[in-house]
């Protein structure tokens, strides 16, 4: 198993992990090209996003931060690349952005991506104990690469489209992409 380049910490935001690029077999490449998607400049997984950063926080209270990131530290954050690959495509209506934390201005759009999924083993024990700590229930995201994006909206176009839940990965899924 691979370890991250560094474990990233966004107050109230994002907490993920740097990763080395991986190599993008052919078949991949022509999928995204076929739906015009552009490869990421950088690669991470992330580990909390969007809606259920801003329940951790929420829950954490005014004091949460530190010890939201002495905890997501304490994990090593081992991981291994898996064979499968998905398209994805997520709109954004004005309920979905609010619901994520988007500020006001930013419009309605649709983003789609290709990513790899992940094994992640300390994903769901650092949910378990997020959950315990905070007495909430956030829902554990399935573990994948972001590796070409593309949106309609310009500022967005190499942006994942943020996956808060295993339900999530599978309702987003446009196909399995394979050889």
Do not use: C
């Given at each position: ?86 398209l994805h495509e997520r709109k954004y209506t004005r309920q979905n952005l609010t619901a994520n934390g988007y500020a006001e201005d930013i419009p309605e759009h649709t983003r789609r991506t ?66």
């Amino acid at each position: 198993m691979a370890k991250p380049l560094s474990k990233d910490f966004v107050a109230n935001k994002h907490l993920g992990l740097s990763i080395e690029k991986p190599e993008i077999p052919d078949f991949v490449r022509k999928a995204a090209a076929e739906n015009g998607l552009q490869e990421k400049p950088e690669v991470h997984i992330s580990v909390v996003v969007t809606k259920n950063a801003m329940q951790m926080w929420k829950a954490a209270g005014a004091k949460g931060d530190a010890s939201i990131e002495a905890l997501f530290k304490t994990y090593v954050w081992e991981y291994s690349l898996t064979d499968e690959y998905f398209l994805h495509e997520r709109k954004y209506t004005r309920q979905n952005l609010t619901a994520n934390g988007y500020a006001e201005d930013i419009p309605e759009h649709t983003r789609r991506t290709i990513v790899q999924k992940v094994l992640l083993p300390d994903l769901p024990i650092f949910y378990a104990k997020v959950n315990e700590t905070l007495g909430i229930s956030l829902p554990v995201p399935t573990p994948h690469i972001t590796l070409f994006a593309w949106s309609d909206y310009e500022p967005f176009k190499t942006r994942g489209i943020g996956i808060n839940s295993a339900e999530e990965f599978k309702q987003f899924t446009k196909q399995l992409i394979s050889q």
